[in-house]
């Protein structure tokens, strides 16, 4: 059974609408971590649109299980989380304009800045993760970076809402997990999966972890409003 990473960007998100103090991204880690989450998943973006550099140092001193720093190999991004050591960080590919990480991180093109970023992380006893697409040549490249760790872009086969594609995106995806096992990295997987298709995706042999955020946050919204409706309502009677 994999691990669940939960990924609490959007706890910030939220609490960036206002500038203001609430939520607390730091108290949403503890609740998911008392629910069971395996791993807290933050992406410190370049934009700082969701987490801030003060959320990454508070996570470290509170986070139990473990911290996994999704961030890009921006040198600044690397300094920072030499600073903040988490126990992991997962190279993904950022853009300012996109709505969320669209797609893998091109290994292949960027091979020198991705190995050089990487090497400078695990000399920092951080554990390195690539995030890429499920593609036998983007695995190859990764292995050859020297990381030991994947994590597959699981959003082509989360996204269609075509029965026929997701089973030919669910093909792939399978493939490239045995295809990367064989080669000896750890495989983790993550991006929009969701309440009703992560089953299919954990069921898969092999995969380590599943990373998962917005989802998770959405239900939590929709979830607890109606006690939130209740203990207001209580205050003002
Ligand atoms: N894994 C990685 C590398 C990501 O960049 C993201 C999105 O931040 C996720 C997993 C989680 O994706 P989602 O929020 O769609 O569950």
Do not use: W
């Not at 103090?21 to 992406?43: R, T, Y």
């Not at 946050?217 to 409706?229: H, N, S, T």
Request: with cysteine; proline share 3%; charged share 30%.
């Amino acid at each position: 059974m994999p691990k669940l990473g939960v990924n609490i960007d959007h706890v910030a998100t939220l609490r960036q609408a206002r500038r203001g103090q609430e939520p607390e991204p730091v108290l949403a880690a503890l609740i998911c971590e008392a629910a069971g989450a395996d791993s807290i998943v933050a992406h410190l973006r370049e934009d700082r649109r969701h987490i801030q550099d003060r959320d990454l140092f508070l996570l470290k001193k509170t986070v139990r299980t473990r911290l996994n720093l999704e961030m890009s190999v921006a040198a600044g991004i690397v300094e920072i989380a030499c600073q903040v050591k988490p126990d992991q960080a997962t190279l993904v590919p950022e853009k300012r304009q996109e709505l969320t990480t669209e797609g893998g991180l091109d290994v292949i093109s960027n091979f020198r800045k991705v190995r050089q970023a990487a090497s400078i992380l695990v000399k920092n006893d951080i554990e390195v993760s690539l995030f890429i697409d499920p593609d036998k040549k983007q695995i190859d490249a990764a292995k050859k970076s020297g990381v030991k760790m994947i994590e597959l872009h699981t959003g082509r086969y989360a996204d269609t809402k075509n029965k026929k594609e997701q089973d030919k995106y669910f093909r792939q995806l399978s493939e490239a997990v045995t295809y990367a096992l064989k080669k000896g990295l750890v495989v983790n997987a993550g991006h929009g999966l969701n309440y009703s298709n992560v089953s299919r995706v954990a069921r898969i042999k092999g995969i380590a972890e599943l990373n998962i955020g917005y989802s998770i946050i959405c239900r939590a919204l929709l979830a607890g409003l109606d006690r939130a409706v209740r203990e207001m309502k209580d205050l003002i009677k």
